[in-house]
């Protein structure tokens, strides 16, 4: 039965797939890989049950493994140096694949277990300990890096056999001694003997060996900008100073000017005020009338209704004006219309006699 049907835009065959990498750096990986597994601290933050472990890097005898030829037997010499933990922390892990590979003969997945290293070929010791869940086994002239560090997560627990171990040095050489496998190539170690580099700058020998501190200050000039800064443009132009007097001098002129020009409206106004007042008195004295009872405040009064009258009267004229501009255009727009009213009409006469024309003939 098909499931879910075929893959969209199928991954190629000539896709590449794989990436070249130097033999150089691939022999560095697995050197610092391999360093890796013998730090506790990594083998424990990478889920490896070690806590009941004697010793990290764990080594076996050769003649303690070597008899061993069933999986009981494997089982129970793990058992025996609590090597079993880890194994039982693999069984717990098991469980289904998510997506489509459980149809695809990968159904069930678990965590990675130890590593079992040998040397010796002849001996039945893979065949004893391949059947136990999550041991993996390796030769050591093919210790590979997806063993090492699967999913590219350093210090995987490795079960080393002595002659296996003893073989590392031949294989990969030491710091002073070359491979007798890889030719010309030796274990990579850093330049540096001692890496506290602030222990080192500060230490009595460094110290002594150098020059003392500059205490001397440098002091750089400041660019400032003419148009903002108007001390730097008397710099660049001393006739900007007096054109500033100036100003400074006009404007002073024109305020006073305006401050004087001030004072003489509001006195324009207290004499009209004062007028206004001897013309009413001037009238009262002339006109002996009972209406030269009333009062100043009512004449007052009255003086200023008959200036709102003025002024309303000149509002109505401007009115009348602009309606009567406002109706001659009117009348202009009229009289436009009407003679290309009837200058069209002209032009259809003249067409209609031609067309009778030309029907009669």
């Keep these: 039965m098909c499931r879910k049907g075929r893959m969209f835009a199928p991954t190629k065959t000539w896709r590449k797939w794989h990436r070249k990498i130097s033999k150089g750096q691939r022999r560095f990986a697995t050197c610092s890989a391999l360093a890796a597994t013998s730090v506790p601290s990594l083998v424990l ?32 010499f793990l058992k025996s140096f609590s090597l079993y933990e880890d194994i039982e922390r693999v069984k717990q892990s098991r469980k289904l694949r998510k997506g489509s590979g459980k149809t695809r003969n990968r159904r069930h997945v ?39 560090a699967p999913g590219g997560h350093l210090g995987r627990f490795i079960i080393w056999v002595e002659d296996a171990f003893n073989a590392l040095d031949s294989i990969y050489g030491t710091f002073t001694t070359f491979s007798t496998h890889k030719k010309g190539f030796s274990l990579p170690h850093s330049i540096m003997t001692n890496t506290d580099l602030a222990r080192i700058i500060n230490s009595d020998d460094v110290q002594s060996q150098l020059r003392p501190q500059k205490t001397q200050i440098k002091f750089t000039t400041r660019k400032k900008n003419p148009l903002r800064n108007f001390g730097a443009l008397v710099k660049l132009n001393p006739y900007a100073l007096t054109q500033k007097r100036r100003a400074i001098l006009q404007s002073e002129k024109s305020s006073e000017k305006r401050r004087k020009q001030y004072e003489k409206n509001e006195q324009a106004k ?53 309606v009567r501009k406002e109706k001659k255009v009117k009348e202009k727009k009229v009289k436009e219309r009407v003679k290309k009213r009837k200058k069209r009409v002209k032009k259809r006469k003249k067409r209609g006699k031609k067309e009778r024309k030309i029907d009669k003939r």
């Excluded at 678990?110 to 041991?135: C, H, M, Q, S, T």
Aim: net charge positive; hydrophobic share 35%; charged share 30%.
């Design 110 to 148: 678990e965590r990675k277990g130890p590593l079992l290293v040998y040397l010796n070929e002849d001996n039945k010791v893979p065949f004893a300990f391949r059947n136990i869940p999550g041991i993996d086994l390796c030769h050591v002239s093919r210790l590979n890096l997806l063993q090492l």
């Design 45 to 76: 933050a990478r889920g490896h049950r070690i806590e009941q472990v004697p010793e990290i890097p764990f080594v076996v005898s050769t003649e303690d493994i070597n008899g061993i030829t069933k999986t009981k037997e494997a089982v129970a």
């Design 270 to 322: 207290n004499s009209w005020t004062i007028y206004l007042v001897l013309w009413l008195s001037y009238q009262k004295k002339s006109k002996k009338k009972k209406k030269s009872s009333t009062n100043l405040s009512t004449k007052i009064s009255l003086f200023m209704k008959n200036l709102k009258k003025k002024s309303l009267k000149k509002n109505q004229r401007r009115v009348k004006e602009k």
